[in-house]
């Protein structure tokens, strides 16, 4: 009996530390995908108005302004889907608050653990987790 409890306790400290790698790297790609979503919309601004440059139009022009607003719902969607996953794999030691105004994220332990170092777009807002603006 005593050896199963051994083995146990083994499984799940080998669990945590798994758990914990998988955190970090998880973390790393946070922020590379923040850094390629900035990076990106910077791009599609430039080359637009080297395009409005060329072309001679102006910025306030109905079809330019029409052009941008189609790619700002884009890149928007996509930052919001993209959220939406992170959201559904954060958090599950904190009941799943991210989003969320769970009672159970009031805690400190909880914002450090779940929205801040698991969930680098989140930050603690009305005693839960809320998203941060990507762009």
């Known amino acids: 009996m005593k050896t199963a409890i051994i083995n146990v306790n083994d499984s799940l400290n080998n669990f945590k530390a798994s758990q914990s790698i998988l955190n970090n790297q998880f973390s790393q790609l ?7 979503l900035a990076s990106n919309v910077s791009q599609i601004t430039n ?3 080297a395009l409005e440059q060329n072309l001679g ?3 306030n022009s109905s079809y330019v302004q029409s052009q941008l607003n189609a790619i700002n719902t884009r890149i928007s969607s996509f930052q919001a889907s993209t959220v939406n996953s992170i959201a559904s794999s954060c958090g599950t ?3 799943g608050c991210p989003g969320g105004n769970k009672s159970n994220c009031n805690s400190a332990d909880c914002y450090y653990n779940c929205c801040k170092t698991r969930c680098g777009l989140y930050v603690c807002q009305n005693g ?7 762009g």
């Open 47 to 49: 080359r637009l108005n």
């Open 93 to 95: 030691d904190c009941g």
């Open 30 to 36: 946070l922020v590379g995908l923040r850094v390629d």
């Open 128 to 134: 839960g987790c809320g998203i941060i603006n990507v």
């Open 57 to 59: 139009l102006k910025a």
